[in-house]
């Protein structure tokens, strides 16, 4: 072999490793987006400011039941009939207590709730829950816009679809 056979004969070696490690990486991201991942969008103002209509979340498919108070949920809303992303409150056993002026107690403590619209002047009807095992109290950070607990009740963890990892435009 002369030098130009060789350096052509490492070019196609080299392309075909490259090829290769595209092909892999594809198959690697579908299998993830299939089963692990998914993308979503946000449309409406009911987790504002927290997230905002028209952005995206990133989130990790359901495969554990696990869930804790402040995670971002979507959720296939069974009585909406459509897909909605909300903040856990309270899970199963919780007792969860909502005064007129909109203050959230789990369990007699006042949740501290930095991520709430506090521009939101809208009128709050009190309510008393206790979260059934299995089920979670869900809002919307914007407690005005959102339907969420208050109004179809605790739902069930089976309708968690994924948690919200990040979100972005």
Known sequence: MQANELIDYGKKKNLTKFSISMI????????????????????????????????YVFCIKNTIRHYKPDDIVNIKSVVLGTNIVKRVIGTGG??????????????GERLKEPYINKNDNSDIESMDVDVP????????????????????????????????LFSFK
């Open 94 to 107: 919780d007792h969860i207590e909502i005064t007129e002026d909109g203050t959230v107690y789990k369990n």
């Open 24 to 55: 892999t990486s594809a198959i690697i991201m579908v299998l993830l987006m299939q089963f692990v991942f998914e993308l979503d969008h946000v449309s409406g103002r009911s987790m504002y400011p927290t997230l905002e209509d028209g952005e």
């Open 133 to 164: 095992n299995g089920y979670l109290f869900v809002m919307g950070d914007n407690r005005g816009e959102s339907a969420d607990s208050r109004m179809f009740g605790c739902i069930s963890e089976s309708e968690v679809v994924s948690v919200v």
